[in-house]
């Protein structure tokens, strides 16, 4: 077990190579750099509606036009293939394919997939597919969205769309498939607290349901595709959200609650597929006590019937994890009186404040907090496959400069290299987030991820690699970390994000 490091100083780095064939990867979605919301018979997202109403994003920005790569995924191409990464994971709109959300596909929207993962290919590129990253269609979300379990909504549209994609001939490019991405944010941040699309407030029922709906889709459609494209050698999984959490001391009462932060964040969507086939039982039973106090004539928490459950374990070739930031753990028992998922946990949160800062409020860069995350999923599903889908950290200024970029990647893949050669971890590839800047939420352009930069006063939207994406060219050509080798390493760490350029 990794001892817990807060306040943590660096180690020194580990040198050494990762396993032959380790997947290196660049991240994007949909939304985030489409734009193009609504050309060639593309229909609205959730989220092209929610930026349109007041307040909701930071300066008004959208995903309209974005870093147009509708349009430009040439140059995201040539960019993925300069950097040298070996795989691109990409999100496919839902809208832009099936723009009823079920029934006939949008051929156009197709086109466009079938020509970006074509240039891929060619380029020696393997696509990573992610299925829903949170552009959910409109038109479904009128009929309830993921709360509505009922034919054409949620439940049934994730094996839709990959029995639709296989019929045009594209899933058996495609290796590396997700279904969804982080049920857990757009479950809590989208129909709890309503700050992401669709901006539901429903505190303490809502995400749980939208939570249980998003399994079951999960599940049907891996069962959809082993069915429909066995021998194949596709993967299919699923990323989730991830924090390492740090006791905030040793008391039993810390230790406990830690591991009920972990079971109430990831367990809550890794549990039922990768244990047992049903919800961690912690969550089982404090959601039912709190429930019952609460006088709700059943739990807010829902219950899979034995078929869900048997569809559901197993149900993954792999774990994906996206993964940025940790959070230092206590107990407090939650307020009964107050219905909220938050409440429901009896943790407080923090962070610690040696740690360092970011362009985000959300994010303080724990490199080891990577290596002890990377354990606990070990320790807790036993050694399977990992990919790490995202790992990244964001600025304002958007300096090509980025050496605080460098200070986070350097030592978080350090971490990574750790946790497979000193812990025998199983991770199977790393994706950074992200390959350029893009709309980034709720707050617009104006925290950057990208290891590269994107002008958005500029109609062609005109990109720049930025030092980080040197710097992971090197780790990439490398596969890992050499003595000798990488000028980078000399680079002072700046861990601290001063805002300045
Ligand atoms: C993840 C999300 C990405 C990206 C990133 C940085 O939760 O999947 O879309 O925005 O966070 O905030």
Redesign the pocket.
């Known amino acids: 077990m990794i001892k817990s490091v807060r306040p943590y100083q660096d180690e020194p780095l580990t040198y050494g190579k990762f396993p032959d064939g380790f997947a290196w990867g660049l991240?994007t979605?949909s939304y985030?750099i489409e734009g193009a919301w609504n050309e060639d018979g593309k229909k609205e997202s959730i989220w092209d509606r929610f930026v349109r109403v007041e307040g909701k994003i930071k300066g008004g920005d959208t995903g309209d036009i974005a870093c147009d790569s509708y349009h430009r995924w040439e140059e995201d191409v040539a960019l993925v293939k300069e950097i040298g990464a070996t795989h691109y994971r990409f999100s496919i709109s839902w809208p832009r394919i099936l723009p009823e959300g079920i029934g006939a596909v949008n051929q156009l929207g197709v086109d466009y997939y079938n020509r970006l993962i074509d240039a891929l290919l060619e380029a020696g590129i393997q696509p990573m597919a992610t299925l829903y990253?949170?552009d959910f269609p409109q038109c479904l979300e009128d009929k309830g969205g993921w709360l509505n379990d009922d034919v054409p909504n949620g439940l049934k549209n994730t094996p839709q769309r990959v029995l639709q994609l296989s019929e045009i001939g594209n899933t058996v490019k495609v290796k590396l498939w997700i279904t969804l991405?982080?049920p857990y944010?757009a479950a809590l941040v989208g129909y709890e607290k309503g700050i992401f699309a669709p901006g539901i407030q429903d505190p303490g029922k809502s995400a749980y349901i939208c939570g249980h709906n998003m399994l079951k889709a999960h599940a049907k459609a891996y069962r959809k595709y082993k069915q429909d494209f066995k021998g194949q050698e596709g993967k299919l999984g699923i990323?989730f959200?991830t924090e390492a959490a740090f006791p905030a001391s040793d008391s039993e009462d810390d230790v406990k609650a830690t591991n009920r932060y972990m079971q109430f964040t990831l367990g809550w969507f890794a549990h039922p597929i990768f244990k047992d086939g049903n919800y961690p039982q912690i969550m089982i039973d404090q959601i039912g006590e709190k429930s019952k106090l609460q006088g709700f004539p059943q739990s807010r928490l829902p219950i899979f019937t034995r078929e869900e459950r048997k569809q559901l374990l197993g149900s993954s070739d792999f774990i994906g994890l996206?993964h940025?930031t940790s959070k230092v753990v206590s107990h407090a028992v939650g307020n009964h009186e107050v219905v909220s998922c938050a409440e429901d946990r009896d943790v407080k949160l923090d962070y610690d404040p040696t740690w360092p800062n970011s362009g985000?409020v959300w994010?303080r860069p724990v490199p080891p907090g990577m290596r002890m995350l990377l354990n606990w999923v070990k320790d807790e599903y036993g050694n399977l496959p990992v990919y790490i889908t995202?790992n990244?950290v964001?600025d304002t200024a958007g300096n090509l400069d980025d050496l605080h970029r460098i200070y986070y990647y350097k030592h978080f893949i350090n971490n990574v290299l750790k946790a497979i050669t000193l812990d025998g971890c199983k991770v199977e590839g790393y994706y950074a987030?992200?390959l350029m800047d893009?709309f980034?939420?709720t707050v617009g352009y104006s925290?950057k991820?990208g290891v590269c930069a994107v002008d958005f006063a500029d109609k062609n939207r005109r990109r720049t690699m930025k030092s980080s994406a040197r710097f992971l060219r090197r780790i990439f050509a490398d596969n890992g970390f050499l003595k000798d080798g990488n000028p980078w390493y000399d680079v002072p760490d700046a861990k601290h994000y001063t805002g300045q350029r």
């Open positions: 991240a979605s985030q990253h949170w991405n982080e944010i990323s959200f996206n940025y985000s994010l995202e990244g964001s987030w992200s893009s980034e939420w925290e991820f």
